[in-house]
C-alpha cells in the first residue's frame, strides 16, 4: 500500500514504528495503533488478536494518496490507468493529488496494492509488470488484465480470480 519506508524483515519494534507511521499518516486505525502502547503484551494471544484487527483495517481502508506513488512507480501511468480503466490524464490528476481520486478508482486502486503485493514476493518490476499481460490457464485463458477491463469492481467475479491467482504466489513456489 505504499505504507512503510523500508522492507520489513521481522517484526520488532522499528518494524512496528514504521507501520504506526505510516498507517498515521494515512488516518488508518488511530484507535488501534493507541491500543498497542496502552499495555504490554506479554500473551501473543492479544497482541495476535490486535494485529489481525490493524490487518483488517488496512485490508478495508484505501490509501489513495500512497497508493498512487507505489502502484506507479512498480507498474508506470500507462499500464496503472489500463488496469484502473481509466484514462492516462486522470490517473495523472488523481495521483498529482490536482483531483481527488473517486472512489470507484480508489477501490481499484487499493485491490491493484495487493495483487502488486503479492507478486513482489515472486517477481522484480519488470516481472510484476509482465504477469498482468500474461495469458493465464486459471483465467481460462485470459490475462489478468483482461479480467480487470472497464471499470471492474473488487468484488466481480474477474478480479476475484485474479486476486486469487496473485495470493497463490505468496504460499507456492510455482507461479
Not at 25 to 49: K, M, W, Y
Not at 79 to 106: F, H, K
Request: net charge neutral; charged share 25%.
Amino acid at each position: 500500500m505504499g505504507l512503510l519506508s523500508q522492507e520489513i524483515m521481522c517484526l520488532d519494534e522499528s518494524a512496528m514504528r514504521g507501520l504506526e507511521q505510516g498507517m498515521a499518516e494515512a488516518g488508518i486505525g488511530r484507535t488501534l495503533l493507541a491500543n498497542l502502547h496502552r499495555q504490554p503484551f506479554a500473551d501473543p494471544v492479544p497482541l495476535s488478536a490486535l494485529l489481525q484487527q490493524i490487518s483488517e483495517a488496512l485490508d478495508n481502508s484505501p490509501a489513495p494518496a500512497q497508493e498512487w506513488r507505489t502502484l506507479q512507480s512498480v507498474l508506470g501511468l500507462d499500464l496503472l490507468a489500463r488496469l484502473l480503466g481509466i484514462s492516462e490524464s486522470s490517473a495523472r490528476r488523481y495521483s498529482s493529488s490536482s483531483r481527488g481520486t473517486p472512489d470507484p478508482v480508489a477501490d481499484r486502486l487499493h485491490f491493484l496494492a495487493f495483487v502488486v503485493g503479492d507478486l513482489a514476493g515472486a517477481y522484480n518490476d519488470i516481472g510484476v509488470r509482465r504477469w498482468f499481460d500474461r495469458k493465464r490457464r486459471r483465467l481460462d485463458g485470459n490475462t489478468p488484465a483482461q479480467r480487470l477491463g472497464g471499470a471492474w469492481s473488487p468484488d466481480d467475479e474477474g478480479p476475484r480470480q485474479v486476486r486469487e491467482l496473485s495470493s497463490a504466489l505468496r504460499s507456492s513456489p510455482a507461479t
